[in-house]
Protein backbone atom coordinates (compact mmCIF):
# COMPACT_ATOMS: atom_id res chain seq x y z
CA UNK A 1 0.00 0.00 0.00
CA UNK A 2 0.93 3.34 -0.92
CA UNK A 3 1.79 5.54 2.31
CA UNK A 4 1.92 9.48 2.62
CA UNK A 5 5.51 8.67 4.45
CA UNK A 6 5.74 12.08 6.80
CA UNK A 7 3.72 14.95 4.66
CA UNK A 8 6.52 16.57 1.62
CA UNK A 9 9.48 15.28 3.65
CA UNK A 10 9.23 11.70 1.71
CA UNK A 11 6.68 9.09 0.19
CA UNK A 12 6.82 5.44 -0.48
CA UNK A 13 4.74 4.20 -3.25
CA UNK A 14 4.65 0.85 -4.64
CA UNK A 15 4.07 0.44 -8.31
CA UNK A 16 2.93 -3.13 -10.26
CA UNK A 17 3.71 -3.63 -13.32
CA UNK A 18 1.07 -2.24 -15.49
CA UNK A 19 2.26 1.27 -13.43
CA UNK A 20 5.77 1.14 -13.73
CA UNK A 21 7.62 2.02 -16.67
CA UNK A 22 9.76 -0.84 -16.40
CA UNK A 23 7.09 -3.67 -16.40
CA UNK A 24 7.75 -4.97 -13.16
CA UNK A 25 6.58 -4.54 -9.50
CA UNK A 26 8.57 -1.42 -7.49
CA UNK A 27 8.86 0.11 -4.53
CA UNK A 28 9.87 3.61 -5.03
CA UNK A 29 10.75 5.53 -1.98
CA UNK A 30 11.44 9.49 -2.96
CA UNK A 31 12.83 11.88 -0.80
CA UNK A 32 13.71 15.62 -1.34
CA UNK A 33 16.93 16.78 -0.72
CA UNK A 34 18.03 14.13 1.84
CA UNK A 35 20.54 17.25 3.32
CA UNK A 36 18.05 19.60 3.72
CA UNK A 37 16.60 20.99 6.79
CA UNK A 38 13.44 19.71 6.39
CA UNK A 39 15.38 16.04 6.03
CA UNK A 40 16.27 16.21 9.99
CA UNK A 41 12.95 14.05 10.50
CA UNK A 42 14.20 11.23 8.08
CA UNK A 43 17.64 11.66 7.65
CA UNK A 44 18.85 8.67 9.63
CA UNK A 45 16.53 6.47 7.47
CA UNK A 46 18.31 7.24 4.49
CA UNK A 47 21.44 4.61 4.99
CA UNK A 48 18.73 2.13 5.89
CA UNK A 49 16.40 2.08 3.15
CA UNK A 50 19.62 1.71 0.76
CA UNK A 51 20.63 -1.11 2.53
CA UNK A 52 17.45 -2.54 1.83
CA UNK A 53 17.06 -1.58 -1.74
CA UNK A 54 18.07 -3.89 -5.00
CA UNK A 55 19.44 -0.73 -6.75
CA UNK A 56 19.72 2.92 -6.16
CA UNK A 57 18.68 6.15 -8.37
CA UNK A 58 20.61 9.43 -6.77
CA UNK A 59 19.23 12.14 -8.58
CA UNK A 60 21.16 15.21 -7.67
CA UNK A 61 21.40 18.97 -9.59
CA UNK A 62 24.35 20.70 -10.19
CA UNK A 63 24.70 22.73 -7.13
CA UNK A 64 23.75 19.56 -4.67
CA UNK A 65 26.86 16.44 -6.51
CA UNK A 66 29.52 18.74 -5.25
CA UNK A 67 27.85 19.04 -1.10
CA UNK A 68 29.36 17.39 1.29
CA UNK A 69 26.33 15.54 2.34
CA UNK A 70 25.90 13.57 -0.64
CA UNK A 71 29.62 12.27 -0.38
CA UNK A 72 29.33 11.16 2.98
CA UNK A 73 25.80 9.65 2.05
CA UNK A 74 27.74 7.63 -0.97
CA UNK A 75 30.77 6.90 1.06
CA UNK A 76 28.67 5.25 3.58
CA UNK A 77 26.56 2.97 1.20
CA UNK A 78 29.13 2.28 -1.33
CA UNK A 79 30.53 -0.74 0.86
CA UNK A 80 27.10 -2.46 0.59
CA UNK A 81 28.05 -2.77 -3.39
CA UNK A 82 24.53 -2.01 -3.84
CA UNK A 83 23.91 -0.95 -7.64
CA UNK A 84 23.79 2.55 -8.10
CA UNK A 85 23.01 5.16 -10.90
CA UNK A 86 23.14 8.59 -10.74
CA UNK A 87 21.27 11.65 -12.76
CA UNK A 88 22.55 15.13 -12.98
CA UNK A 89 18.89 16.80 -13.35
CA UNK A 90 18.82 20.02 -14.84
CA UNK A 91 21.96 20.14 -16.50
CA UNK A 92 22.64 22.70 -19.42
CA UNK A 93 23.87 20.84 -22.81
CA UNK A 94 26.77 23.69 -22.55
CA UNK A 95 27.94 22.10 -19.10
CA UNK A 96 27.11 18.99 -19.68
CA UNK A 97 30.37 17.32 -20.25
CA UNK A 98 32.63 19.25 -18.19
CA UNK A 99 29.96 18.48 -14.90
CA UNK A 100 29.95 15.08 -16.00
CA UNK A 101 33.41 15.02 -16.36
CA UNK A 102 34.17 16.31 -12.95
CA UNK A 103 31.55 14.30 -11.38
CA UNK A 104 33.51 11.16 -12.59
CA UNK A 105 37.15 12.84 -11.12
CA UNK A 106 35.53 12.97 -7.87
CA UNK A 107 34.33 9.23 -8.47
CA UNK A 108 37.47 8.08 -9.15
CA UNK A 109 38.77 9.81 -6.07
CA UNK A 110 36.48 8.53 -3.68
CA UNK A 111 36.41 4.49 -5.15
CA UNK A 112 32.72 5.10 -6.18
CA UNK A 113 31.44 3.15 -9.64
CA UNK A 114 28.06 3.57 -10.18
CA UNK A 115 26.62 1.46 -13.31
CA UNK A 116 26.46 4.99 -15.08
CA UNK A 117 25.48 8.46 -14.94
CA UNK A 118 23.18 9.93 -16.94
CA UNK A 119 21.76 13.48 -17.44
CA UNK A 120 18.43 15.39 -17.42
CA UNK A 121 18.00 18.75 -19.11
CA UNK A 122 16.72 22.15 -17.59
CA UNK A 123 13.40 23.03 -18.85
CA UNK A 124 13.02 26.22 -18.37
CA UNK A 125 9.63 26.75 -20.81
CA UNK A 126 6.58 25.91 -18.51
CA UNK A 127 5.07 24.70 -21.52
CA UNK A 128 7.60 22.04 -22.21
CA UNK A 129 7.36 18.82 -20.23
CA UNK A 130 10.32 16.79 -19.18
CA UNK A 131 8.74 13.71 -18.69
CA UNK A 132 7.84 13.40 -22.14
CA UNK A 133 11.36 14.82 -23.55
CA UNK A 134 13.84 12.16 -25.23
CA UNK A 135 15.96 12.77 -22.47
CA UNK A 136 13.40 10.89 -19.92
CA UNK A 137 12.36 8.34 -22.59
CA UNK A 138 16.01 7.47 -22.43
CA UNK A 139 16.48 7.89 -18.99
CA UNK A 140 13.66 5.13 -18.79
CA UNK A 141 14.96 3.01 -20.88
CA UNK A 142 18.34 2.87 -19.37
CA UNK A 143 17.10 2.62 -15.75
CA UNK A 144 14.94 -0.65 -16.97
CA UNK A 145 18.49 -1.91 -18.36
CA UNK A 146 19.94 -1.15 -15.29
CA UNK A 147 17.31 -2.84 -13.21
CA UNK A 148 17.26 -5.81 -15.38
CA UNK A 149 21.07 -6.35 -14.35
CA UNK A 150 20.99 -5.13 -10.83
CA UNK A 151 18.77 -7.62 -9.39
CA UNK A 152 21.40 -10.48 -9.73
CA UNK A 153 24.34 -8.48 -8.54
CA UNK A 154 23.03 -8.28 -4.70
CA UNK A 155 25.34 -10.12 -2.19
CA UNK A 156 24.54 -10.66 1.34
CA UNK A 157 27.69 -11.10 2.44
CA UNK A 158 29.07 -7.43 1.53
CA UNK A 159 25.60 -6.61 3.70
CA UNK A 160 26.45 -8.84 6.62
CA UNK A 161 30.13 -7.13 6.17
CA UNK A 162 28.87 -3.89 6.86
CA UNK A 163 26.73 -4.38 9.59
CA UNK A 164 29.39 -6.25 11.10
CA UNK A 165 32.10 -3.50 10.39
CA UNK A 166 29.41 -0.58 11.71
CA UNK A 167 27.65 -2.84 14.47
CA UNK A 168 29.86 -1.09 17.89
CA UNK A 169 29.52 2.64 17.07
CA UNK A 170 25.67 2.24 15.62
CA UNK A 171 24.82 0.37 19.31
CA UNK A 172 27.08 2.19 21.42
CA UNK A 173 24.52 4.86 22.46
CA UNK A 174 22.04 1.53 23.90
CA UNK A 175 24.96 -0.26 25.58
CA UNK A 176 25.71 2.64 27.67
CA UNK A 177 22.37 2.99 28.26
CA UNK A 178 22.20 -0.31 29.64
CA UNK A 179 25.66 0.21 31.54
CA UNK A 180 24.31 3.11 33.31
CA UNK A 181 20.83 1.23 33.38
CA UNK A 182 23.00 -1.84 35.01
CA UNK A 183 24.99 0.62 37.67
CA UNK A 184 21.54 1.83 38.53
CA UNK A 185 19.74 -0.95 39.91
CA UNK A 186 23.24 -1.98 41.05
CA UNK A 187 23.14 1.17 43.36
CA UNK A 188 19.62 0.80 44.44
Not at 18 to 44: A, C, H, K, L
Request: include cysteine; glycine fraction near 4%.
Amino acid sequence: PDSAGEGNLFSLSCSGPEESFTGRDTIVWDTPDFDSVGSRSYRNTVPEICALADALLLVVSREKYADRSVWRMLRLIAPLGIPLMICLNKTEPTDEAALRASLDQRLQLEAIFPAGTLSLPYVERADKRLANSAAADNLRKQLDSFLDSSAANRSPELLIAYLKQHWSQWTAPLRRELAASGYWQQAV
